[in-house]
């Protein structure tokens, strides 16, 4: 079957789930659009419903299962997709779960926490950042982004699916953390505040990063074993979440190593 048109009711459908988080959360639904993404999604286990491929781009043999499969004209994708050289597909997949009781941590595990990031685009850079530095998960406490939201998929490059993820209040997580023997090392200035590189990783640990605008919150500097910061040199007394996040996982890497 051949969809022409932008106003067919699935095509409207798909827009609504591009846009919405309530309509993704509603339907237990979110989409998923490039061949790399769609093909670390189903590694991650996803469960794909609805395939759409404009056939004059799209060349893979990806094997999604009991998907049903649409063909879209040329005119439909470049409408549905952000960027036109993604491979000609769009996926929809059902949510999973995001709780905290279904993540299963090893033995001495390194854990990022995210407390109320803001930004689509940040939290999908340190997702990238946790399947490089292959971390036992990353958790988002206080959300306010929406892990199924297009722009985390996107600037995640699909590594949301290759990520163990979870959401919860900061409290839950405190708790997790404190259950599983993690050690809270949050980024946080005080006059106890040490350097990034006098910290210990090599035990189990969870590293803490703030929002973007205003930092972390007293609540983590409060339940800590060590507050770091990252030597900053030049003018600006601040990084990116996302680098900041980058440059304390990969110090905590090279210490286990």
């Not at 609504?16 to 093909?39: A, C, H, M, P, Y």
């Not at 299962?65 to 004209?73: H, N």
């Not at 600037?155 to 993690?182: P, R």
């Amino acid at each position: 079957m051949q969809i022409e048109s932008l106003q067919n009711p699935k095509i409207k459908n798909l827009l609504k789930l591009q846009e919405k988080s309530r309509e993704r959360k509603t339907q237990g639904l979110f989409i998923v659009e490039g061949k790399q993404e769609n093909e670390l999604a189903v590694k991650g286990g996803y469960e794909a419903v609805e395939i759409y491929v404009c056939e004059d781009i799209y060349e893979s043999t990806i094997d999604f299962g009991r998907a049903k499969m649409f063909e879209i004209t040329r005119i439909v994708f470049e409408k549905l997709a952000y960027r036109k050289s993604t491979g000609g597909i769009i996926g929809v997949y059902k949510t999973k779960s995001s709780n905290l009781s279904t993540l299963k941590l090893p033995e001495n595990p390194l854990v990022i926490v995210l407390e109320a990031v803001e930004k689509p685009g940040n939290l999908g850079a340190v997702l990238r950042t946790g399947d490089g530095a292959k971390v036992d998960a990353v958790i988002v406490c206080d959300e306010t982004v929406d892990f199924f939201n297009p722009n985390v998929i996107r600037s995640s490059v699909g590594t949301l699916f290759t990520n163990k993820i979870a959401s919860a209040s900061k409290e839950e997580v405190l708790n997790f953390l404190k259950e599983n023997k993690v050690q809270v090392i949050s980024t946080f200035l005080r006059d106890e505040t040490i350097s990034l590189y006098d910290a210990d990783f090599t035990s189990g640990s969870a590293i803490i990063l703030g929002t973007e605008a205003t930092g972390l919150s007293d609540f983590w500097a409060d339940n800590s074993a060590a507050l770091i910061k990252i030597p900053m040199l030049g003018f600006v007394d601040s990084l990116n979440v996302s680098n900041a996040a980058a440059i304390c996982v990969y110090e905590a890497v090279r210490q286990r190593q």
